[in-house]
């Protein structure tokens, strides 16, 4: 008997799409000004986090196809809370970092805010992910870069968009994306990576597929999760490709020495 032939690509664009549909049903959840008043370390997060002006707020609310869910702004350092959302119920979040690097934040402040941020990334239970967004004309800052250490030291899975791509011609927005690449390969971090656009709307789909695999990959690991929280629908595609996902490994880079000392961004 033949196989029957299956469009990977297709399935993926499927996959894709359906991730971004569920996204859209997200709500503000709450506010907290540190992590320790943040929600119980249950469920399922995606963090998004990068540079003050990076993109963050701007990318949520393209990916959520609403216009004023994460306050953007002209003004840099414009979030100052943590912001958490939630997709479709409370077990499966969103959370808007407060942007790094902002001059105008005293540096006794920014010390603070490392050192939860750190403590949030490696030990927070609930997440499952982090979205790091660095603006295409100037990516990969010294702070990006401690995050992305820092990620790797809590075994997290890392995804990189390379915000405003609409500021550089094709062949420049390319560049920066192989450049990128490259530089990732150096520091010996496996992360992925793509370029973004909130206000093209470019690379919407895509990162809704990471995040989607993301939560799914947790779900598969935390049975008790999958049946409490009832994220699982009948749909035939999500179960199938749930069950690619128990089969792999899990592809995260190994534990590495952390680098303790606390950077100033540049
Ligand atoms: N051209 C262009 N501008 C963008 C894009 N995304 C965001 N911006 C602009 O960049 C500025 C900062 O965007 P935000 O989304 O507020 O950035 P943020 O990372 O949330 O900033 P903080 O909250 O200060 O950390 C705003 O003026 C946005 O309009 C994009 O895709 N293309
Ligand atoms: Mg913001």
Redesign the pocket.
């Known amino acids: 008997m033949s196989t029957p032939f299956t469009d990977v690509a297709a399935e993926h664009a499927v996959f894709n799409t359906k991730s971004r549909q569920r996204i859209q049903q997200t709500e503000f959840m709450t506010s907290a000004p540190t992590f320790r008043l943040c929600p119980p370390d249950v469920g399922l997060e995606v963090a998004f986090a990068?540079r003050?002006?990076?993109?963050?707020?701007?990318a949520i609310n393209a990916l959520t196809n609403q216009r004023q869910l994460a306050r953007?702004?002209?003004t840099?350092?414009?979030?100052q809370m943590i912001n958490f959302f939630s997709i479709g119920d409370k077990h499966r979040r969103l959370v808007d970092l407060?942007?790094y690097g902002y001059a105008a934040v005293p540096l006794e402040m920014k010390k603070e805010w490392q050192v939860e941020l750190e403590e949030y990334l490696v030990s927070r239970s609930s997440l499952a992910g982090l979205v790091l967004?660095t603006d295409i004309r100037h990516p990969l800052k010294f702070f990006d870069e401690q995050m992305l250490f820092w990620a790797k030291e809590g075994e997290l899975p890392v995804h990189i968009l390379l915000?405003?791509a609409?500021?550089l011609k094709y062949g420049a927005s390319k560049n920066a994306l192989l450049n990128t690449r490259k530089r990732l390969k150096e520091l010996g971090l496996k992360c992925t990576i793509q370029l973004f656009?909130?206000?093209r709307k470019e690379g919407l789909d895509e990162l809704a597929g990471v995040m989607g695999n993301w939560y799914d990959y947790q779900l598969n690991d935390n049975k008790i999760i999958e049946s409490s929280f009832n994220l699982l629908d009948d749909d035939p595609l999500e179960e199938e490709l749930l069950e690619d996902n128990e089969q792999s490994d899990s592809g995260q880079p190994a534990n590495e020495q952390s680098n303790n000392e606390l950077p100033t961004d540049k």
């Open positions: 990068g003050s002006n990076a993109g963050k707020s701007s953007s702004s002209k840099p350092g414009r979030t407060p942007g967004m915000t405003k609409d500021k656009s909130a206000l």
